[in-house]
């Protein structure tokens, strides 16, 4: 397992989380994901074999939100 912390751009709105949530919950090799608003950043715990942090990085910009920084850190 993998953990991995996107740094976004400032979330300006509760529904904001719940896309970006429900964007990843379906994603197969994210094992658990939680968006922090107020520090707007996402943590995901992921199967390296099955996807990658780069990949989750992706899916998140092409919900439609800038990814700042990407911090990985193996378990």
């Given at each position: 397992?993998?953990k991995?912390i996107?740094?976004?751009?400032?979330?300006?709105?509760?529904?904001?989380?719940?896309?970006?949530?429900?964007?990843?919950?379906?994603q197969?090799?994210?094992?658990?994901?939680?968006?922090?608003?107020?520090s707007?950043k996402?943590?995901?715990?992921?199967?390296?074999?099955?996807?990658s942090?780069?990949?989750?990085?992706?899916?998140?910009?092409k919900?439609?939100?800038e990814?700042?920084?990407?911090?990985?850190?193996?378990?």
């Amino acid at each position: 397992m993998t953990k991995v912390i996107l740094q976004l751009e400032a979330l300006t709105c509760p529904s904001c989380l719940q896309k970006i949530e429900t964007g990843l919950a379906h994603q197969e090799g994210i094992l658990k994901s939680k968006v922090l608003f107020n520090s707007s950043k996402v943590k995901a715990e992921i199967d390296p074999d099955k996807i990658s942090a780069k990949a989750v990085a992706q899916i998140v910009s092409k919900l439609g939100y800038e990814v700042e920084s990407v911090k990985v850190k193996e378990a």
